[in-house]
């Protein structure tokens, strides 16, 4: 089979200008994926905002500001998903299905691993752990290692919760991917993966220099 050299040439001149494009990061593959898959394409009308704004001088919608106001949005629309997914069950939030669902995967964990591994601050974890134990799904246990701490685990009751919820939040998980084409899917996983990457730092390690600055 023949080398097809136009096309070794389009992608030569596709790497330098993702050279350019990519201003300070690091290159990789993937991300030179998404670039070439966005390259170009004018954003979607919004539909959410009018223009009688621009009438009075304000200046039109920032990239940066409809990433947030977008996001927003989807936690509302999965939130409306899942409590609905969640009727009829002794669960009454996504929070306390994330935070059971993060148990099943350890053996047992410290209150704050718990909360700081669902991304939430001390006092809301704090609150979605004593409704967890008040229904009577998790247990708590001495820490050998720490008697100031306190361990937790999922029992046979959150359990059994929990694999009577998978099928109904996968429908949600379907319900969120809207219908978005796989790749659309793998692309738009990819962005929010740097995304998350950008803000887990934050939230572990810089949060009150950051916060301090806003």
Known sequence: MPVNYAFLKELVSLAEEYEVAREDRAPSSADFAAWILMRGKEPAPDKHIGDRHLVHGARPEQPET??????IYMYRYAKAYTK???EGSPL???DEFGYLATLLSFDQLKK??????????KPTG??????????GLIDQLDDE???RSKLLRIND???GVLFQLFARMGKVSELVGGELATHEKQLLLHLLRKLDDYHHDIFQNRKVEVLAAI
Do not use: W
């Open 92 to 94: 009454q939030t996504a």
């Open 84 to 86: 609905k997914a969640l």
């Open 112 to 121: 704050s691993e718990l909360i700081s591994l669902n991304i939430q601050e």
């Open 145 to 147: 290692t720490d008697k």
């Open 66 to 71: 409809a990433i947030a106001r977008m996001v």
């Open 126 to 135: 704090m609150e979605v752990i004593k409704r967890l134990l008040a229904a």
């Open 157 to 159: 009751k959150g359990k």
